[in-house]
Each structure stands twice: as C-alpha cells, then as structure tokens.
C-alpha cells in the first residue's frame, strides 16, 4: 500500500514536468524549423516577427501553467509578479532592478528587499514600497529606439510621483500588465464617478422644488 501511494505521488509531481517538457520540445522544434529555413530568410523580417512565429514568448507561460508550484493569489489582487525597474538614479551600478510587482484594485506596489541580489528573495520579510494610487495615475506603452534590450517596456506615470519604467518579460506580459491597470483604472474612475453623482431621488427633486427659478 505505501508503495502504491508513493507511485501515485511521484506519477502526481511527473505530469506537470512532462507537460513542460512538450512545451520545450515544441520551441525548440520551431528553432529547427527557422534554422532549417534560413537560406530563405527575409532581410526585412523583423526580431518580433521571427519570435512572434517561433513561438518564444509564449513559453514562460506554458511552463508556469504547467508548473508543480502553483500559487493562488490573494483576494482583491488583480495582477502580480516579476518586472524589471528602471533606477532613476544617476549613478548606478545596476540600470534595472527585478522587483515584484502587485496591483490591487486601488494601488500598485513592489516588494523591495536591503541587499537583494538578483531580485532573489531571503528568508526576512521584504518591504512593500507604495508606487502610486491607481485612480492618480496613467500608464503607457514605450517604443524601443533601436535597442533590442529595450524592448516591451511600459511607463507608470502620477501627479505626485516620478515616473516609473518598467519591462516586462516578453510582448505578452507586458500587453497583461497594461491593459490590467488600465482596466483598473477605468473601474476606480466609474466608481469615483458614481459616488460622487449617487443623489438620492427625493434629494433631488426637494433640491429643485424650493430653488429659485432663474428668467
């Protein structure tokens, strides 16, 4: 009996694993692919087309679904995870930092450790740095100027606070991570603007009884 649980968990830990192999094995076969047909190359091909067909940046997804960790996020959460923050000092030794982001329905944050090293985590409890109010600030894609590394970054901008450019992971994080906060903009704004317009009926029609009318 303790063998057949043991086999049923290993087999239980094996799928995911063997669902993320297929997914490696695809890519790398649309690798070949592309190799194979490189006397056929188009000069005029962009980086992001040859990637967009290869497939690439569709594979850290697919290995994070099929993942034997899967984590649930916490409620009022509308997107989190792993962005590369652009430091506004002048001096620094390290241009981008990996930080965690989360966005909950009214602020977004990053978690932010003293001597974090690769953006990896230690065992002390990281602080969690406020960027701004959702409701106060706007976000736009950036276009790369001719450097690749540049590429599918996204600018956070507020009235009270510096601007923050942030890089994604690919072209399809960095579509999530826009069009969630402006998602999330528009809906603190729709409420805003129902709060502030919710005038009970009979409030309004004593309002307008006893007003003087204006000729």
């Given amino acids: 009996e303790a063998q057949s649980k043991s086999r049923e968990k290993l087999e239980k830990q094996q799928r995911p694993w063997e669902a993320q192999q297929r997914c490696l094995n695809i890519i790398i076969g649309e690798f070949e692919k592309s190799r194979a047909n490189a006397d056929g190359y188009d000069p005029n091909q962009t980086v992001y087309a ?25 409620n009022g959460i509308v997107i989190e995870g792993w962005l590369y923050k652009k430091s506004s000092a002048r001096i620094s030794i390290n241009t981008w930092s990996r930080r965690w982001f989360i966005v909950d329905e009214t602020s977004i944050y990053y978690l932010k450790r003293e001597g974090m090293m690769g953006g990896a985590f230690s065992n002390s409890s990281p602080e969690r740095v406020k960027v701004c109010d959702i409701v106060l600030c706007t976000v ?55 709060e502030n317009n919710d005038v009970p009926l009979t409030q309004r029609a004593s309002s307008s009884s006893t007003s003087t009318p204006q000729w």
């Fill in 140 to 194: 736009r894609d950036v276009q790369p100027k001719g450097d690749l590394g540049n590429r599918f970054c996204f600018e956070i901008m507020s009235a009270n606070n510096r601007p923050f450019l942030l890089q994604a992971c690919g072209p399809q994080d960095q579509e999530l991570w826009v069009n969630s906060i402006r998602k999330c903009i528009e809906k603190n704004l729709g409420k805003t603007y129902a």
């Fill in 50 to 74: 040859i990637e967009k067909d290869v497939g690439i940046w569709t594979l850290p997804r697919q290995l994070a679904d099929a993942s034997v960790y899967q984590r649930q996020p916490e």
